[in-house]
Structure formats: C-alpha cells, structure tokens
C-alpha cells in the first residue's frame, strides 16, 4: 500500500514559540524549517509512502520543501492545523478518491524511513489509526484507510481524542523516531539523542543545549 502524507507547517515566524528556552527569537524559524525539512525527507524515501502534501501558507517554507520533492497545499482555510490536515486530505482526495492517507507531524527531525514504514504498515491493518507521541499525551500520526474519513483531533490531549473518535492506537515497540516530535527544549535533546537529519544537526550546532 502507498500512502500520501499530509504534513502541515504553520507560519515559520510563529513556529516553535516553546523553544523560547532553548533557542532565541532569531532562531526557531530557522530550526522549525529544519524539522519540517528533515521530516520531508525521510518520509520522501519511506517506500511506504508514495507521495506527500505539504500544506503551509509559509512562502519559504513551501519553496524548500518543495525542492525536496514535497507538493505544496495552500493553507487556504487558515483556521489552525486541524482544519489545514482536512483540506490537505480533501485535496488529495479530489484527485485520488481512495487514496489511504496519513497526517504526520512536522517536527520529527530524528524520522526514520524504517520505523515509519512499520508504523504505516500496522496502520493498513484498520479503517484509522493513530501513533501517540513520545509523551504519550499527543498524536505524531494518524491514518485513515481509503474511502474513510481522517478526522483529525491534533492539539492538547489529542491521544485520548483520536482513541475516543473510534481511531485504533497502535502500540508498536522501536519506532521512538516516529513518535519524537519537538515542541521543547527537552524534547529537542531527546530527539538529538536518537539522531536528527542533516539539516536539524546543523541548525542545533549553533545552540548551546545542556546536556547535548
């Protein structure tokens, strides 16, 4: 089964505000493309994954992470990401009516093509499903089978939102790379630990991260 990725990019100028502690104003922009770049690419050479829609209204960053093989929604309804996954599924799904698609978050610099793909995998078993993340409170992916609506609950709690909508929680082991994503500088250390892509080391070598 070939899926299509969903992954939504807000605005880099308002990215990553919780990294005030890790990362000065000047630089979360940078490291929130970072993510999104590193996400991309991993995802790109999943060979689970046959195509992904970056949906963003991000001018920079629909420029870079369409040079990375991504194409670029418009993040026309504007209205936070739950609504910009939706449109990004409608739009595919006007082309591609059963086309399984997947939301992925965009801040998990240290993805593995690998893990993923067992994640995607195990997520082909059911209707919709859904990984929580590293905190076990939040979502890093959610999946909905062709034909099936995604319904995406992203935002606080959003575990027990997707559980609640009828989404299967899949428990895999060894896959920490799917489910590492990066709002705080905690987070950030644990995901350098696992190993980040290109872009994410580079922009990190820059920031002085206690216990790094």
């Known amino acids: 089964m070939q899926w299509t990725l969903v992954i939504p990019v807000k605005p880099l100028a308002r990215a990553k505000s919780r990294l005030s502690d890790t990362a000065a104003d000047g630089l979360r922009p ?9 996400t991309v690419a991993a995802a790109l050479a999943c060979p689970q994954v046959g195509d992904v829609a970056v ?5 920079l960053a629909g420029r870079e992470l369409a040079a990375l093989g991504a194409r670029i929604v418009a993040d026309e309804p504007g209205g936070g990401l739950n609504a910009a ?17 997947a939301a992925l978050n965009a801040d998990l610099p ?22 929580p993340d590293a905190a076990a409170i939040g979502t890093t992916l959610l999946t909905a089978a062709g034909g099936r609506e995604l ?10 939102r997707h559980r609640a909508s009828g989404a ?3 428990g895999l082991d060894a896959v920490d790379s799917v489910r590492q994503d990066v709002d705080t500088g905690e987070d950030l250390r644990a995901a350098l630990a696992l190993g980040v892509g290109p ?7 820059r920031l002085l991260i206690p216990g790094q």
């Open 85 to 101: 996954l939706a449109h990004g599924a409608r739009v595919i799904r006007s082309r591609r009516a059963e086309t399984p698609v």
């Open 199 to 205: 872009r994410t080391a580079a922009a990190t070598a």
């Open 168 to 170: 299967v929680e899949l």
């Open 30 to 38: 940078g490291l929130a493309l970072a993510f999104a770049q590193d």
């Open 110 to 131: 240290a993805l593995r093509p690998a893990e993923l793909s067992r994640v995607l995998a195990a997520a082909a078993q059911f209707p919709r499903a859904f990984l």
């Open 151 to 160: 319904h995406p609950a992203f935002g606080v709690d959003s575990r027990a």
């Open 55 to 59: 949906v963003t209204g991000d001018a």
